[in-house]
């Protein structure tokens, strides 16, 4: 089993920046990819960024430019940077990693951006 636990969430005006990181443990070995998605209250969930095992990242279109994922090996952590942030950037972020056994997920970090 993979155990994800996510921090950096808050509270943050509207332009300011926040650091969102995730920890993975356990079978970590058979991870493909990490990414983060987040779910506004009375939304679905949607995909925000992904990162592969060779590096390689997507970005959803509301999020580019603004957002940089990125990844430490040999700490097994992914990071979602997070500048010029907007009110319709509140949300729980999770964090997720997909393996050929199944998806893990962590526990989510409330983000709150206020205008």
């Known amino acids: 089993q993979v155990r994800m636990v996510e921090s950096g969430g808050g509270l943050v005006q509207a332009g300011g920046s926040l650091r969102l990181s995730c920890a993975a443990s356990g079978s970590i070995f058979s991870i493909n990819t990490m990414g983060w998605y987040r779910q506004a209250p009375g939304k679905q969930r949607e995909l925000v960024a992904t990162?592969?095992?060779?590096?390689?990242?997507m970005y959803a279109d509301s999020v580019k430019g603004r957002f940089t994922i990125s990844k430490n090996n040999a700490l097994n952590v992914v990071f979602l940077q997070m500048n010029s942030l907007k009110p319709e950037d509140t949300a729980v972020y999770y964090c997720y990693a997909r393996r050929p056994q199944g998806d893990a997920w962590g526990q989510g970090t409330q983000v709150t951006v206020s205008s």
């Open positions: 990162i592969t095992r060779g590096g390689s990242t």
